[in-house]
């Protein structure tokens, strides 16, 4: 060790770390107080249209980690696919929404909540029936920017903080 | 022997003091419920502003969920501390591993016998008071060691030798500026120092003032000097193998060393519990909180140094500027006894900053690779 | 005099709080010095490169992202660009910019986090990297707006990127680039005089620039030992070749250089970035790409300068639609290399600031 700086480079730093005890802190108290999220948010859970789905099952095969579970049967009336069971298993699910990007009717959405949180694996794992959209189940903008635009605009630490000159 | 100061002749130790009911036992008890309320208050204040101050410093608000603005922290992190399992690892030393966190707490607890609260309020007004401070403060040292031997674990003995090191080379400097203070004060005795200081002694002797601040940093193990905690390097050091409540009385002892040094330092160099309009006690608290927010500052913004670095600063720099130092006021002392005080601060402060950038210059650390 | 004393083993990590993840570094010390050290990785090893072998090609891309999970961004854009050189993809001109642009991003927050572990590692007392954490957190948010994650980004797709940018990217991204120098001014100033770090880091840890070349280091290892080179100028990919921006080296080769390299990239990224957003050219961000990349027989192999170094990434194709094989060139590992020769005979002290000062990921080490 050598004081090239008599000390001066340990009171600039000094003076750095006073100036940021006079800043705004930059955290977020979390349950207290939430951020929006971005408008393309791939939240903890899949949003699928019941319509939409033809059950012709590319999402499956576009999946990394195969953890989309289609059963489909044929019926012959009006010679379509009809879904007898669509499940994932997000405890498997690394949310990389390359299902959303493949599916070509457009019949599935990542979700735009976030705190899923279970107790157990089997809860993680959506029917169905838990998947379909509802008022209380929103749909993320991911891939759909016709959808990300009537979400509320994602908060910022950029605007947050900013620095005056 | 009686002695006088301000008109007051002060009967010596076997009489004191004469007002208290009961006399000298009560005396005893009466200081001692002080002394310890006075530690733990502070020291839970104490670990409060740090993490408080540390999270401001960076951006963060700290501690905020128990109590208003977080002040019951210390509380949930004592309730939580002492439910936790004691955990005593199977090929330790056990009544070593038991015993070192009492060696190292009482001396830290001891050192408060001497700091006075205001004038003669104090549990022993020690002739010898700040020797007794210097040798007490050491004692610590064994029982952090008592911990670094008896975890039977190699990162908990290499900060217990990492300590060991750090405090008997910091020691001198630490001394030889505090002689200092004791020669231009005249006196031993913490409230005799303090006393003495008509001006507080850092504006005579601020070269002491920054030694016996580096110096007890490092021998209280504050950053930059926290090598023997340095959760980076050897996990948590002499602690690693304890938990609960053992845990509990070294982060006491951290704290109780922090409050002592800064009491310590109050008391010597900032006047201690002299000021106007407040009390005398809530001088020596404002004084104290003032050093230590110095220490949790300097805890924010420097990285840690090494081991022969340590041992480099002490011996190559705080030594011999101690040592400097120490002669400078000696020739005040006895050639000037009655300068002008704003003269002999300009004096000291020019001797300070030239003393700091001549050695400054000379000051090099040798060894960092060694050829193995 | 010396004393007689008696080495004895010390295993700093895997569980240890500053090994960067599950690194073990089995040190024989002697006091305080090093006297042997046996670098032991494996611990995160998740068989990425097997797994990639049973994936689509598209599949592969969030793997990628698990490589570096510091710089997820140049990793897509790394595998991205070898599989569109395997399958002769054309990428449009905006895809390119924008590609630029987040890369350069990336390589920002991937150094932010690499100067703060590093000071983190001195013992710093986490003060700079919460303040390094803060930055890299508008970055980050920058990414969550474009891709909707934090960390896995999964944005690059063969012959461009999964979605255009929305119009609030480029405002946010303006107001970030006018206050990041200062901020960079502000870490200098806390960290770049001060004696502490210069006494630690200075002459410690020397990689002499020969063996840093002999190891085939890279990144800012490499430059740091004073040797000018950069992917992104020696072998010109993506629109690199249209900006303007320099190389900043050090002299030394220790661990303060590297630190200084690190914080001047971040300078230079910024000059990238603007460049680049003052070209964005309009059009389509994606070109057209079958769902299942088919590519003909051959083999490719396509490297970027990521944040760590000279990333690679090695792709043989069978005609299916998934990779013959996958191979990785991770700059964590190779830069490890030399890790023992420039660890023995420090202290412990030392030896962690410069196992930080390499600024390795244990997710692409152990891959």
């Known amino acids: 060790m050598k004081f090239d700086h008599f000390g001066i480079g340990i009171a600039k730093g000094m003076a750095v770390t006073l100036k940021n005890l006079f800043r705004r802190p930059v955290t977020v108290q979390y349950p207290e107080q939430r951020l929006n999220t971005s408008r393309r948010i791939r939240g903890n859970e899949l949003v699928w249209s019941k319509e939409k789905c033809t059950g012709c099952a590319t999402c499956a095969k576009a999946c990394p980690q195969g953890v989309i579970n289609i059963e489909t049967s044929a019926n012959p009336d009006n010679n379509k696919y009809e879904v007898k069971k669509y499940e994932v298993d997000t405890g498997y699910c690394i949310f990389c929404a390359l299902c959303v990007e493949a599916c070509p009717f457009n019949a599935l959405y990542m979700g735009y909540d976030y705190e899923r949180a279970r107790y157990r694996r089997g809860e993680l794992v959506q029917s169905r029936d838990m998947m379909t959209e509802t008022p209380e189940k929103h749909v993320s903008g991911y891939f759909f920017p016709d959808r990300a635009a009537s979400l509320p605009l994602q908060t910022l630490l950029v605007e947050k903080i900013t620095e005056e000159e | ?372 | 005099m010396t004393l007689k004393t008696e080495p004895f083993v010390v295993n700093i990590g895997p569980q240890h709080p500053s090994t960067h993840g599950v690194f073990r570094l089995r040190t024989t010390l002697d006091g305080e010095v090093i006297v042997d050290v046996e670098p032991i990785f494996g611990y995160l090893h998740r068989g990425i490169e097997k797994l990639a072998e049973e994936r689509t090609y598209g599949g592969i891309i969030p793997l990628t992202d698990r490589l570096d999970y510091l710089a997820s961004m140049s990793n897509n854009m790394g595998y991205c660009m070898a599989v569109e050189k395997l399958a002769g993809i054309e990428v449009p001109e905006r895809a390119e910019y924008l590609r630029v642009i987040l890369a350069e991003l990336q390589r920002i927050a991937s150094h932010l986090i690499g100067v703060g572990a590093f000071f983190n590692d001195l013992g710093a007392m986490m003060t700079p990297i919460v303040y390094m954490i803060r930055e890299r957190e508008k970055i980050v948010d920058l990414f969550e707006m474009l891709c909707g994650q934090r960390l896995t980004y999964n944005f690059m797709r063969f012959g461009g990127l999964s979605q255009d940018i929305p119009e609030e990217f480029l405002p946010a991204l303006r107001k970030f680039l006018d206050q990041m120098p200062r901020f960079i001014d502000e870490y200098d100033q806390l960290l770049m005089d001060n004696e502490i770090v210069l006494a630690r880091s200075k002459d410690v840890g020397v990689l002499p620039a020969e063996t840093a070349i002999n190891i085939s280091a890279s990144g800012p290892v490499l430059r740091g030992s004073g040797v000018k080179w950069d992917i992104r100028k020696a072998d010109p990919y993506s629109v690199y070749d249209r900006f303007e921006f320099d190389i900043p080296t050090g002299t030394a080769g220790d661990a303060y250089d590297r630190y200084r390299v690190k914080v001047e990239e971040m300078r230079q990224s910024l000059r990238i970035i603007e460049q680049a957003v003052a070209q964005l050219p309009g059009g389509p961000f994606r070109s057209k790409v079958p769902f299942l990349v088919r590519p003909p027989v051959g083999e490719a192999y396509a490297h970027i300068e990521s944040a760590r170094g000279d990333l690679g990434f090695y792709l043989v194709s069978d005609n299916s639609i998934a990779p013959y094989r996958f191979h990785v060139r991770a700059p964590s590992l190779i830069n490890l290399t030399a890790l023992r020769e420039m660890l023995i005979g420090w202290k412990v002290a030392d030896a962690i600031i410069i196992f930080g000062s390499i600024d390795i990921v244990m997710g692409e080490v152990d891959r």
């Open chain 2, 1 to 372: 022997m009686n002695i006088v100061y301000h008109g007051i002749a002060v009967p010596d130790m076997k009489q004191l003091p004469p007002d208290w009911p009961g006399g000298f036992f009560w005396h005893w008890l009466v200081f001692t419920v002080i002394i310890f309320t006075f530690v733990f208050t502070l020291v839970m204040a104490f670990t409060w502003v740090e993490r408080r101050g540390l999270g401001r410093m960076q951006s963060r608000l700290g501690p905020n969920r128990a109590g208003p603005f977080g002040i019951l922290q210390p509380v949930a992190d004592a309730i939580k501390v002492l439910l936790k399992e004691d955990i005593v690892p199977s090929r330790s030393d056990r009544i070593v591993h038991w015993l070192a966190p009492v060696v190292a707490f009482f001396p830290a607890l001891l050192i408060f016998a001497v700091v006075p609260f205001q004038n003669g309020a104090l549990l022993a007004d020690l002739d010898i008071g700040i020797l007794y401070v210097v040798a007490i403060s050491s004692v610590s040292t064994v029982g952090i060691f008592m911990a670094g031997w008896g975890s039977s674990n190699k990162f908990s003995l290499l900060g217990a030798m990492r300590n060991v090191a750090a405090v008997v080379s910091y020691e001198m400097p630490l001394v030889l500026a505090v002689i200092g203070v004791v020669l231009i004060a005249g006196s031993l005795s913490m409230n005799q120092i303090v006393l003495a200081q008509d001006i507080p002694l850092i504006l005579l002797q601020p070269l002491g003032f920054l030694i016996v601040f580096i110096a007890g940093c490092a021998e209280i193990n504050r950053s930059p000097f926290d090598l023997m905690e340095a959760d980076s390097e050897i996990v948590a050091g002499f602690h690693t193998e304890y938990s609960g409540m053992k845990f509990a009385m070294f982060y006491l002892v951290e704290y109780a060393e922090a409050l002592a040094l800064s009491a310590i330092i109050a008391t010597l160099f900032l006047g201690g519990w002299r000021g106007p309009v407040l009390p005398p006690w809530l001088w020596l608290v404002i004084k104290v909180f003032a050093v230590f927010f110095l220490m949790v500052w300097t805890r924010t913004t420097l990285p840690r140094i090494r081991i022969d670095q340590l041992m480099a600063l002490a011996w190559k720099f705080l030594f011999p500027l101690a040592l400097i130092n120490l002669a400078i006021t000696g020739l005040q002392v006895v050639a000037w006894p009655d300068a002008l005080p704003w003269t002999m601060i300009i004096v000291n402060f020019a001797i300070a900053a030239v003393l700091i950038v001549l050695w400054s210059r000379l000051f090099k650390v040798g060894w960092g690779r060694v050829e193995v």
